[in-house]
């Protein structure tokens, strides 16, 4: 039988939400506005936590009441990340005409896996410029995945199944007598050692060669190593240098380590997540130029290039060997020379995933509005602030830098003379907590040679000189409330 009404998903008054829009885009600029002036961060009150276990409602709200609580729960409680002394983990600060993307992109919601629609080749056009950013050659592939982690994973699936002619794409691991080895640096991101155990490897496979004193992976052991691997027999088959260590910013002996893989026919992959794209500032490109050379580089969008959440991208120099990795072609999924089937090859034979996000967008129309130049002096303008940190670090006799900068990462403490070390990590952990819990800043933590640390990781484009200023400003006198 017909229904008389159907049901519907869509507002029955368009104006009203058409004007609730608006009102949410009001308050969003409003917000990015005047966030400087804000406290970075607040605790979240217990009962607003308790709201989050409500039951799922069975009936529905108006549009305007469940904005409203989205406002005073969710908004109100915000990580921070946008706000302009925001430095912990490595977390990017995102930018409007992003978030305009994001929106537009939800709006349209196109799956861009597959079919012959404009999204498809926004995407492969900003993997392209992703190429060019990189010095990779036109001929290369890649895909845009959620960040750092799913990037990583892909491109160490596609050095895996490259692995000689094993086949490890159909036989799996277990026809393989061979114990294939990773070698990385023992500051090297835990995503890594997550990829080993997925792609089926497991974490013994994992070298983790020591450092030097800039936390720099140290390339004589790293040979002597895998020739030591080799006389016992085991099959060392991939290289992994960071461009940029979550911890410190260190960027490993790039030239080194592209060297030691050629001379041991080696995958030489880089986990540049956070720092492959400080390429773009000219004091550190030499030093990073071998990256132009890498089997696979992973880098993300949402650190370094400030767009919002989520987009990572990774490159592989073959693109056979990319596609040899991912592809499948299920009748459901067969393409066509004309219609909506028809286009460019589905992205799904470059990746896990069969849903995609356009999340190419918002880094499409980020490019666009602002132009590589001025991401260029972004980042750079990020390095020279993380330099001055230092200074105001150095010549502070209360403070002491705790590893060389690299990048945009300052790493610094309190000290006192009288003060034992876990007295000192006390302190330190406390001017941390209050730095966060008043509002001013927020850093993170690290260890470094057995010393905690504030670790500054300064991605972060509303960051101004005079923020670093706040900041040493404000450790100091938390610090001597505390001594
Ligand atoms: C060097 C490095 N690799 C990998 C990752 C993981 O990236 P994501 O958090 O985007 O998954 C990070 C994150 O900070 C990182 O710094």
């Keep these: 039988m017909k229904n008389t009404k159907n049901l519907t998903l869509d507002p029955e008054n368009w104006d009203e939400i058409r004007e609730l829009g608006h009102q949410m885009i009001d308050d969003l600029v409003d917000y990015w506005k005047g966030i400087r002036e804000e406290p970075i961060w607040k605790p979240i009150p217990e009962e607003v936590k308790a709201s989050f276990n409500s039951p799922i ?19 109100a409680y915000n990580k921070g ?42 995407d ?46 159909k036989n799996g691991l277990q026809e393989t007598a061979q114990k294939l080895l990773i070698y990385c640096s023992v500051e090297t991101h835990s995503c890594i050692e997550k990829a080993a155990e997925i792609i089926g490897l497991g974490t013994d496979s994992i070298r983790k060669i020591r450092v ?14 895998i020739q030591a691997d080799l006389e016992a027999g085991f099959s060392p088959f991939c290289i992994v240098g960071t461009s940029g260590t979550v911890n410190t910013g260190a960027i490993d002996p790039m030239d080194e380590l592209l060297k030691l893989s050629r001379k ?59 596609r040899d990795s991912f592809s499948i072609t299920p009748n459901y999924l067969l393409p066509e020379t004309r219609g909506l ?59 002491e830098l705790t590893a060389p900068v690299s990048m945009s990462i300052t790493c610094f403490r309190m000290i006192h003379p009288d003060y034992t070390e876990s007295q000192l990590r006390e302190l330190n952990r ?27 990781a300064n991605v972060n484009q509303r960051t101004r000189f005079e923020d670093m200023d706040i900041l040493v400003r404000e450790v100091l006198r938390i610090g001597n409330t505390l001594l």
């Design 57 to 75: 409602p069975k009936t529905g709200q108006s549009p305007t009441e469940v904005y409203q609580e989205f406002k005073e729960t969710i908004f």
């Design 430 to 456: 406390e001017i941390l907590l209050r730095l966060q819990e008043e509002g001013i800043a927020s850093p993170s933590s690290t260890i470094l040679n057995g010393k905690f640390t504030l670790r500054i």
């Design 264 to 322: 041991y026919q080696l995958w030489f992959h880089v986990d540049g997540a956070y720092g492959a794209l400080c390429k773009l500032d000219p004091v550190y490109s030499d030093r990073l130029k071998a990256i132009e050379e890498a089997d696979s580089l992973a880098f993300d969008l949402h650190k370094w290039l400030y767009v919002p959440y989520e987009v990572g991208c990774t490159l592989i120099r073959d693109k056979k060997k990319h």
């Design 124 to 169: 492969k056009q900003v993997v392209n410029w992703c190429k060019e950013m990189m010095g990779f050659p036109e001929e290369a592939s890649g895909i845009l995945v959620s960040g750092g982690s799913m990037a990583n994973i892909t491109a160490l699936t596609v050095a895996r199944n490259s692995f000689k002619s094993l086949n490890i794409r």
């Design 341 to 399: 089937a028809g286009g460019l090859d589905s992205l799904n034979n470059y990746g896990f995933e069969l849903s995609r996000g356009f999340k190419a967008l918002k880094v499409w129309m980020s490019l666009k509005e602002q132009g590589l130049d001025k991401y260029q002096m972004m980042i750079a303008q990020n390095n020279r602030q993380a330099e001055y940190l230092a200074e105001l670090v150095t010549s502070a006799p209360q403070l």
């Design 81 to 122: 990340n946008v706000h302009p002394r925001f430095f912990a983990w490595i977390q990017g600060t995102g930018n409007p005409m992003g978030v305009w993307g994001d929106l537009l992109a939800s709006g349209m919601n196109p799956n861009v896996a597959i079919g012959e629609h404009a999204p498809m080749y926004v």
């Design 212 to 225: 030097n004193d800039n936390f720099e992976m140290i390339s004589e052991e790293l040979e002597a190593q």
